[in-house]
């Protein structure tokens, strides 16, 4: 089934369209370990990329010409920046970061999120971030050394078997494995594709269960996606809400209210610069 007939009277065909046909900018994140988001947009500049700051993020550069691949300059290879879309920042943001606490990342790779939250961290704390590929974790090891991230320990492990470790963890990130439709302007064969939802959300429900049972009392859980599916978003979210959590106004004013949960957050990229996205907020 394509991707309208799916969502048809459940999400606007404008979203929809929007979706398919509007490429987000090149985005990259300002490590704020090393310089301000100012300097990152001078020094790109100077080498011939048109930067210009997101409107929804802090750390956030958009770049509309690209003379190479801003992941071939120097400042790229001394860890000034990382490739990261702006709602994948927003959701980190949305942990409420303070120095010292405690940090589960719950599927790192390929270390975007984790380096963004050791950075909020200010190298304080510790990150404990799992990925059950050995391959992809690797690229956490090299981005963490390359962004100057000294408090990330990284495990090669299912992420449900946090539970067997015995630790509480302040804040808990879950961006959750997904049907990724919020990627078609880059993935489009996904407009077609048969997706097995159920063996998706399945996961995603084992997931977010193995992340409360570790959740400090008053800690925050952040669950997020890249993906449209109301059953992957929503309907996790309010499993959750049935384990315990509740669902608290977003730190963020970017973005749509969820369907049937306004103050869940949802990402367009016509509307809001990013890749298709979802964002919850969820406190113990």
Not at 15 to 38: M, Q, W, Y
Request: overall charge neutral; some cysteine; aromatic content about 6%.
């Amino acid at each position: 089934m394509d991707i309208y007939k799916r969502y048809k009277g459940v999400i606007p065909k404008s979203d929809l369209e929007g979706l398919r046909r509007v490429k987000p900018p090149t985005t990259i994140r300002a490590n704020s370990l090393r310089l301000g988001r100012e300097e990152l947009l001078e020094r790109l500049e100077r080498k011939g990329f048109m930067p210009e700051p997101h409107p929804s993020h802090p750390q956030a550069v958009m770049i509309h010409k690209e003379p190479f691949s801003p992941g071939a300059t120097p400042e790229y290879l001394a860890g000034l920046y990382m490739l990261q879309d702006a709602a994948s920042m927003i959701a980190v943001s949305e942990l409420g970061l303070k120095q010292d606490e405690l940090v589960l990342d719950m599927t790192a790779a390929p270390g975007a999120k984790t380096t963004h939250i050791s950075e909020l961290l200010k190298n304080t704390g510790a990150v404990v971030a799992f990925d059950s590929n050995k391959h992809r974790l690797r690229s956490v090891f090299y981005n963490c050394e390359r962004m100057g991230c000294e408090n990330v320990i990284s495990l090669n492990m299912k992420a449900q078997e946090v539970t067997e470790m015995g630790l509480g963890f302040d804040k808990v990130l879950l961006d959750a494995p997904c049907s990724a439709e919020g990627t078609v302007h880059k993935n489009p064969e996904l407009l077609g594709r048969e997706i097995h939802y159920k063996r998706l959300v399945s996961e995603q429900l084992s997931l977010v269960e193995a992340g409360i049972s570790v959740l400090k009392e008053g800690g925050t859980l952040v669950y997020s996606t890249c993906t449209l599916n109301p059953d992957e978003n929503e309907g996790v979210v309010e499993h959750a809400i049935n384990q315990g959590l509740r669902l608290v106004k977003p730190l963020t004013k970017a973005g749509s209210p969820g369907i049937g949960l306004e103050d869940t957050r949802r990402f367009y990229p016509y509307k809001d610069q990013t890749q298709g996205f979802f964002i919850a907020r969820l406190k113990k």
